[in-house]
């Protein structure tokens, strides 16, 4: 039973365009959401996280959306960098003890074109 | 680098064996998190230890079982190890329970011939 879903594996972007990940969960219990960058032969590194009483937080050159109704979260890069070229992993999280385990997605793989 | 230490980088052996992957957290960080990554597979939850104690746990198997001692370092052990086993192992860490955004080491990869 996959709980978090990233239906696209893979996605390319021109350098300089936006990048647009996808993400959805079944699972209502979440509440906490992350983005984790991962290159091969690394573990993966955390980039940007929501809650669930918002619906929008920015860092930079990331934004993630989190829209609950539709149970579905995305993660915008502008712009796209050659350095962001890497798996993607959307993760989840529930409220209260023993909940905070991540549960992930199975990744996009994110190509910069130059 | 996340702050998370985890020995060995890489590890091979023979299956039946057992092995111990050892986890030191960030400084500061109560919480330390297993997780397995197989052949293009997601990472999947194994098991949650918070100050000393076990929290929660996931689908780890009977023959695999960890520890968190005094100093908040991690060990996990498999045993009776098979062909199946063979990944890549992630430890991660934060600062307490609840809601914190989990920092992850750079994984050990077991290979079991």
């Known amino acids: 039973d996959q709980q978090v879903k990233q239906n696209s594996p893979s996605l390319s972007v021109q350098e300089g365009r936006i990048s647009i990940l996808n993400c959805d969960y079944t699972?209502?219990?979440?509440?906490?959401f992350l983005w984790y960058k991962k290159y091969p032969a690394e573990g993966p590194t955390f980039l940007i996280s929501?809650?669930?009483?918002?619906d929008k937080n920015e860092d930079g050159r990331f934004t993630v959306f989190l829209n609950k109704s539709a149970k579905h979260l995305s993660l915008h890069i502008v712009p796209s960098q050659p350095g962001d070229s890497a798996v993607y992993f959307c993760a989840a999280s529930a409220f209260g003890f023993g909940n905070e385990k991540l549960t992930f997605g199975t990744g996009t793989r994110l190509t910069i074109i130059p | 680098d996340s702050g998370v230490t985890q020995t060995p980088k890489h590890l091979i052996t023979a299956t039946g064996q057992r092995v111990t992957l050892r986890c030191s957290p960030r400084?500061?960080?109560?919480?330390v998190y297993w997780y397995q990554q197989s052949l293009d597979q997601g990472l999947q939850f194994l098991i949650q230890y918070y100050n000393g104690e076990e929290r929660a746990k996931g689908n780890i198997l009977e023959r695999f079982s960890a520890q968190q001692f005094p100093d908040l370092h991690s060990e996990l052990n498999l045993s009776s190890l098979e062909l199946g086993d063979s990944a890549l192992y992630f430890c991660a860490s934060s600062v307490d329970s609840g809601n914190n955004e989990q920092f992850f080491g750079p994984g050990t990869r077991l290979t079991v011939l």
């Open positions: 929501i809650s669930s009483i918002k």
């Open positions: 400084s500061g960080d109560l919480s």
């Open positions: 699972n209502s219990m979440f509440d906490y």
